[in-house]
């Protein structure tokens, strides 16, 4: 089977590939290609395979191309992992929004709006070449903001797009652990939108165990999002949020962190990338051991400055390995290999949450075969977890109305509107500041 990677080039490429390379199964991925925009980027990528896959019997061929039709005819499984603007624009999306006295996150508030009305048109222009050229492909999306590129994405591409995040299978199986439980026996559930969810229970047995967890402060304190949050915060709350949601309940101090800090993540994640790349132009440098070192150092710096706010100390050793390329590829295998299984995914709501519309893309447990990925039924959600996934989705919307119509009105509205944007001459300058630093932008009338 062929797996085309968009964003081949991209930094993450070697873990999904590692995970190819573990796969012994029959129906398994015989062949990579992979698509960038940047050949330079395909070469370091390249070499970083080639050296992963020295001795494994069987290694799946790599094949890189800037040609992205190329790219995608005859495809099983796309794989879409793009960063329009590169780091670079991830650093202005926060450079903007902070002097603003807002949140530039890539994928939450102002920053993730920005990121949003640039990448949407990209991916939609992806998802209708699949849906031409690959029409029984099955697109997985890990594109940020992931569940907003999803559902522009869904637009034309229906069920065959599934978003993934290793966000909520991490929480599950870290609030699994604090309880003792078996996190593959656990029954984990979580909903909302991506890095916009809420664990609010988790059954063994039957019978729900987090009760036990939010009564117990020395519990909460031994895991991440426990620390994150505190646990007096937790036990009001009656439910474990997504490490996302910190920029939600801890506004003030996630701001000012970030703007005290030397460096944002997008600046420093550029500048560390940067040196990565330019180090893989010397044809004598050791290409894994280098990827290695840059991406030991990045998993280790992630959300540190929420982190430092919280007091939360360093990451655990078993959280710095990631999970994203393991959900992907467990997804791929329940699709090809009608494997039964069930995965927190980006999906269709359909019925799943009243408050939102059926087209809505949502973050939930879902059943996956051989025909997709179908949400399993799910509680409602309280009413004040209810009230924010409804304003951001109301954003979410607005993002995908400005790309498509290029409608000032409709981006003004998206950054005014949202629930971390506390005023519509904030929300304006803010989409002044992002025309002038993305020329792509400058569209909006
Ligand atoms: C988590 C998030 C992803 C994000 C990744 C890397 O896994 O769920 O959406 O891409 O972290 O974050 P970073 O700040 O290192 O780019
Ligand atoms: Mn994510």
């Known amino acids: ?34 698509h960038d925009v940047d050949a330079a980027r395909l070469d370091a990528m390249t070499r970083v395979l080639a050296e992963q896959a020295a001795g494994v019997p069987d290694a799946p061929e790599v094949a890189a191309t800037t040609d992205l039709d190329e790219a995608l005819t005859g495809a099983g499984f796309v794989f879409s992992a793009i960063r329009v603007g590169g780091l670079a624009g991830r650093a202005e999306d ?18 993730g709006i920005a990121y949003g009305l640039r990448t949407v048109p990209v991916a939609e222009d992806i998802a209708r070449r699949v849906a031409r050229l690959a029409p029984d492909a099955w697109v997985i999306n890990f594109t940020n903001p992931a569940g907003l590129v999803t559902e522009a994405m ?5 069920d065959r ?3 993934i995040c290793d966000s909520p299978v991490g929480l599950g199986r870290r609030v699994a652990r604090a309880l003792g439980a078996d996190p593959d026996r656990a029954q984990v559930d979580y909903v909302g939108l991506n890095h916009l969810g809420w664990v609010r229970a988790l059954r063994v047995d039957g019978r729900d165990q987090l009760p036990r967890l939010l009564a117990d402060p020395a519990l909460l304190g031994s895991f991440e999002e426990g620390r994150l949050f505190g646990a007096d915060w937790l036990a009001a709350l009656g439910a ?24 944002t993540r997008g600046a420093f994640l550029r500048d560390q990338q940067h040196g990565f790349y330019a180090a893989m132009r010397d044809p004598a440098a050791p290409a894994l051991a280098t990827w290695d070192r840059t991406r030991a150092e990045r998993e280790a710096t992630y959300m540190a400055e929420n982190r430092e706010t919280a007091g939360a100390g360093e990451r655990e050793p078993e959280d710095l390995s990631g999970g994203y390329e393991k959900i992907a590829l467990a997804l791929m295998r329940a699709v090809a290999r009608d494997e039964r299984t069930t995965l927190v995914l980006n999906v269709r709501n359909r019925g799943t949450l009243a408050a ?28 004040h977890a209810a009230g924010l996934v409804t304003a951001v989705k109301a954003v979410e919307r607005e993002v995908l109305e400005a790309a498509r119509t290029g409608s000032r009105a409709a981006a003004l509205r998206a950054f005014a509107l949202h629930p971390l944007v506390d005023s519509v001459t904030v929300a304006r300058r803010l989409l002044d500041g992002y025309a002038r630093a993305h020329p792509g932008l400058a569209h909006l009338r």
Not at 154 to 158: N, Q, T
Request: charged fraction near 20%; aromatic fraction near 8%; include cysteine.
């Open 161 to 163: 797009v599934i978003g």
């Open 1 to 34: 089977m062929r797996l085309t990677i968009l964003g081949g080039g991209g930094f993450r490429v070697p873990l999904v590939y590692g995970a190819l390379l573990a796969d012994r199964g029959a129906g398994r991925v015989t062949r990579v290609v992979l």
């Open 240 to 263: 474990i949020p997504n490490e996302y949601l910190h920029y939600y309940y801890f506004d003030r101090e996630a701001v000012r962190a970030y703007r005290e800090a030397d460096r």
């Open 356 to 383: 939102l519309d059926a087209d809505a893309v949502i973050e939930v447990p879902c059943l996956v075969d051989a025909n997709g990925a179908h949400p399993l039924a799910a509680d409602p959600l309280p009413a």
């Open 154 to 158: 869904s637009r034309h591409l229906g």
């Open 94 to 111: 926060e450079r903007v929004a902070l002097a603003e006295g807002v949140l530039g996150q890539e994928t939450v508030g102002a920053g």
